[in-house]
Nanobody
Framework: QVQLVESGGGLVQAGGSLRLSCAAS????????KGWFRQAPGKEREFVAA????????YYADSVKGRFTISGDNAKNTVYLQMNSLKPEDTAVYYC????????????????WGQGTQVTVSS
């Protein structure tokens, strides 16, 4: 079982930056693909970014490519999402997730989820 706890959300003005963190309870975190998803009010949860087990490959949704960066520190069992040039449409609850298989961008393929952290971008 893997428990995930997100932090770092908050209120920021458009154009600003935030860094989200996701701490995992299990020392074998390096065995999991880690992903970030988000859910805006009235919308379905969507893929944002993912990082491979070894950390050498990253994947992004088109909407955040060039603005967001996912990274991981397996020694600390932590994955990060650096968000720059934030836009009001980035406002959502951001979730960290992990899966034991290979990379995938579908929420159905992830085994473990955090409780989410709110990100609000004002215009």
């Amino acid at each position: 079982q893997v428990q995930l706890v997100e932090s770092g959300g908050g209120l920021v003005q458009a154009g600003g930056s935030l860094r989200l963190s996701c701490a995992a309870s299990r020392r074998l975190f390096s065995s999991y693909v880690k992903g970030w998803f988000r859910q805006a009010p009235g919308k379905e949860r969507e893929f944002v970014a993912a990082i491979s087990r070894s950390g050498d490959r990253t994947y992004y949704a088109d909407s955040v490519k060039g603005r967001f960066t996912i990274s991981g520190d397996n020694a600390k069992n932590t994955v990060y999402l650096q968000m720059n040039s934030l836009k009001p449409e980035d406002t959502a609850v951001y979730y960290c997730a992990a899966r034991a298989g290979d990379y995938h961008n579908s929420i159905r393929e992830y085994d473990y989820w955090g409780q989410g952290t709110q990100v609000t971008v004002s215009s």
